[in-house]
């Protein structure tokens, strides 16, 4: 049977939505980031990485898909840290309050 026909093929295809959502969410602001999701997504990222790798035959793909939200998970938290533990929202703040406004009026 051709992979195509194959749930190994379709369900980790369907599953790059959510890596490329959090890699596009990457230039959002960080106060956006929900601090439920983000943990809950790791986690469920690890579960079925584990699950891909010990599945006969190894779904590489399925892997990969996954290795690819965790790893953005994982940004996406150090970020939510950054922002709202370490400061980041103060920084921000200063540097909104920094930059000189451009007059457009004349």
């Known amino acids: 049977m051709l992979i195509i026909f194959s749930t190994h093929f379709w369900g980790p295809v369907a599953n790059w939505g959510l890596p490329l959502a959090a890699i596009a969410d990457f230039k959002k602001d960080p106060e956006f980031i929900s601090p439920k999701m983000t943990p809950a997504m790791m986690i469920y990222s690890a579960a079925f990485m584990r699950f891909a790798w010990m599945v006969q035959p190894r779904n590489y793909l399925l892997f990969a898909c996954h290795f690819a939200n965790e790893s953005a998970q994982i940004v996406q938290a150090y970020r939510y840290i950054d922002y709202f533990k370490m400061g980041g929202k103060e920084k921000a703040?200063?540097?909104?309050?920094?930059?000189?406004?451009?007059?457009t009026a004349s």
């Open 93 to 103: 703040f200063k540097a909104k309050l920094e930059t000189p406004k451009v007059d």
